[in-house]
C-alpha cells in the first residue's frame, strides 16, 4: 500500500522504536526521499522486488537498521553486493557518525546510489563500482575497514572470501541472512583458518509482519585475526566453483 508521507515517516518513527531506535525529523525525511528515488527508479532499473511502502519499513529499513545495534559510532563500513543500497545506504543516514562505502558490480546500480547521495546531499558516503574481488586487491580498500557488512550476496563460504580481505586486524565482518544458518556456518571452518577470521556471535531478531507472521533474521559477525594473505580473494570463478 502506497502511504502519504506523514503516514510512512509515522510508520517509520514507530517501527525504529521497536529496535529502540530514535533519529531526527531530518533522518526521517532523508529515508523518505530514499524510498521514493528507490521507488520510482525502480521502474526503470531493477533495484528491489519489494515495492510496498510497509514492507520496505519492515523488510529493508528496519532490518538494515537493526545492524547499528553492533556497529560502533566513527566506525569506516564497507557494504559489498549493496544493490540499492541495503543496508550501506540505510546505516549511513541512520548514523551519520559512521562513513560507509557502497560497493556494487552493476554500475546501473551505483549510479542509482550516487543520485541517492546527490539528492539527499549525504557526506559520509562514497559509492564505488567494481566486483568486490577486484576492489579488494587495491591498496586503499585492503585491510582498511572496521566493519565490512553484507546482505543476500552469496553463501557464507563464498561471501567470506570476497569480504573478508577488507576489514583491517580486529575489524568486524558481519553477515546479515534470513532463515536457518547453522548449515552455512558449518561450512566456513576452512574459510576461517585460511582467511584468519574468528567466529565472533550470531545475533537473531524477528522482523514483525502485518499478519502476525515473523521473518527469523540473522547477523552473523567474525573477528579478522590478521591481514588476508596475498592469494585471497581469488577470482571469482574459482571462489565459486572450490569455496575454501
Ligand atoms: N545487499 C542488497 C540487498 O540486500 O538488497 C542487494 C542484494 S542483491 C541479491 C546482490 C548484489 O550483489 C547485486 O546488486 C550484485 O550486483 C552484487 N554482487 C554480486 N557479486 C558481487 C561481487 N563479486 N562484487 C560486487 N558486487 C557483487
Known sequence: MKLSKDEFINKLKEELLRIDLVISEEQLIQLYEYKELLVSWNDKINLTAITDDEEIIKKHIVD???????????SKVIDVGTGAGIPGMILAICNKTIKVTLLDALQKRTIFLQEVVNTLKLENVDVVHGRAEEIARKEEFRDKYDVVISRAVARLNVLMELTAPFAKIKGSCMYMKAGKTEEEISEVNKSMKELEVRYKKTYEYCIELNNEESLAHTIIEFT???????????????????PL
Open 224 to 242: 579478522k585475526q590478521n591481514k588476508t594473505k596475498e592469494k585471497y580473494p581469488r577470482q571469482f570463478a574459482k571462489i565459486k566453483k572450490n
Open 64 to 74: 538494515s537498521a537493526y545492524a547499528l545495534n553492533h556497529i560502533n559510532s566513527e
